[in-house]
């Protein structure tokens, strides 16, 4: 096989295909050589972190929806995924520092850490000097690493939406310092709108752009940015108040859906515990399309959650009367109630009438 054939999209595929079947199998050592494989046939180390590893780490994350792999398979290729990574930095010595340095970290609360690291190595491999925090950073960690080695820039990743008002706290915090953000990931919603939203310098939709980006360097921000002038709604407080009932608002909507769905009374605890916990992202995310002010943000969650439902076997038209009863709950909060009237409709009209009895989500 000639060079240019092994760098062509046909072999790249080959590469990723080979690392997938490594990574749901649990081999390791594997997972390793196929990687060290990529490198020697030619393939830059910036492809074999984007177009092989991080191709594959998508598509656990798609299987794991699906209900093709269970969480703790999602955990076993992550993990594996990861090691190829650091495979391939032990394996391929990085230019010397000849660009700015950059703090490569993820908003407090995020544990889905392999897209900041996958941008942190092509960072290192196009000759900036990076500080990669990983997972689940504090704030004010964050801050004071800032003031400590003064970086060029942060490159904030969330893919979670619910960390949404953390990172917009954290940006602010950032620019505060005096450095400027780039963000990424998916919490920040189609074409970054969240991230332009809540303030952020730059927005990249994948590491490539993200290491683009940042090879022109970022404005340092201007002083005297407040967070209430990006979301000037919060003034109503629905947000914080919903924030701080929550657990209460859970409870009052499980025993109204034990009241309509009598066969939830013989639930298991484990039953139980999956349906407290799903009535409490329903409210999280209600919260955070509150603080955003973007009603898609709850409904594409809500269309997203009767897909995993259903992939699970759970019937998803009971989302409908959850969303009733929490309607109900929150019937003198304005914005709340219309998302959540809107919210059921839309439900309504993709998945039919409620049963009336059944499973609940």
């Known amino acids: 096989m000639s060079p240019a054939a092994r760098l062509s999209p046909a072999g790249v595929r080959v ?10 199998t649990g081999n390791e050592y594997t997972a390793s050589g196929i990687v060290l494989t990529a490198l020697d046939e030619g393939l ?3 492809s074999v972190l984007l177009d092989v590893i991080g191709v594959v780490q998508r598509k656990i994350g798609e299987e794991w929806a699906a209900n093709r792999l269970s969480v703790a398979q999602e955990h076993v290729a992550t993990a594996i995924n990861d090691r190829a990574v650091a495979t391939l930095v032990h394996t391929v010595r990085p230019p010397e520092p000849r660009r ?3 703090t490569v970290a993820c908003v407090a609360g995020e544990w889905h850490a392999l897209p900041a690291r996958l941008l942190a190595e092509v960072l290192r491999l196009r000759g900036f000097r990076v500080d990669y925090l990983g997972a689940q950073v504090p704030s004010p960690h964050l801050i004071t690493h800032l003031h400590r080695t003064g970086p060029d820039a942060v490159a904030l990743s969330s893919s ?5 008002p953390t990172a917009h706290a954290t ?3 950032c620019q505060a310092a005096g450095v400027p953000v780039i963000a990424g990931g998916a919490a920040f919603g189609p074409g970054g709108r969240y991230a332009k939203l809540l303030g952020a310098d730059a927005w990249g939709p994948d590491a490539r752009a993200a290491a683009d ?9 201007q002083a005297g940015h407040q967070p209430i ?4 709604h919060l003034a109503d407080q629905e947000y914080t108040m919903i924030v701080r009932t929550a657990p209460q608002l859970v409870e009052a909507v499980y025993a109204g859906l034990e009241e309509r769905v009598p066969a939830m009374r013989d639930y298991t605890e484990q039953q139980r515990q999956y349906t407290a916990e799903d009535l409490a992202h329903i409210v999280e995310f209600l919260a955070t399309s509150l603080y955003i002010g973007d009603d898609e ?6 269309g997203w959650t009767a897909q995993i439902l259903t992939a699970r076997g759970v019937p998803a038209r009971s989302l409908r009367p959850a969303l009733e009863l929490l309607g109900g709950e929150l019937r003198d909060f304005p914005r709340a109630a219309r998302l959540l009237e809107l919210a059921g409709d839309h439900l309504g009209g993709v998945l039919g009438p409620v049963p009336d009895t059944g499973k609940t989500a």
């Open 15 to 24: 590469h990723a295909e080979r690392l997938w079947d490594a990574v749901t």
């Open 44 to 46: 830059p180390a910036e």
């Open 100 to 102: 700015g340095r950059v």
């Open 160 to 164: 979670i939406p619910t960390r949404l």
């Open 171 to 173: 940006i602010t915090a």
């Open 213 to 221: 980006r940042l090879e022109d360097s970022l404005p340092r921000p």
């Open 229 to 232: 002038d990006d979301l000037p």
């Open 297 to 302: 943000l709850f409904t594409d969650f809500l």
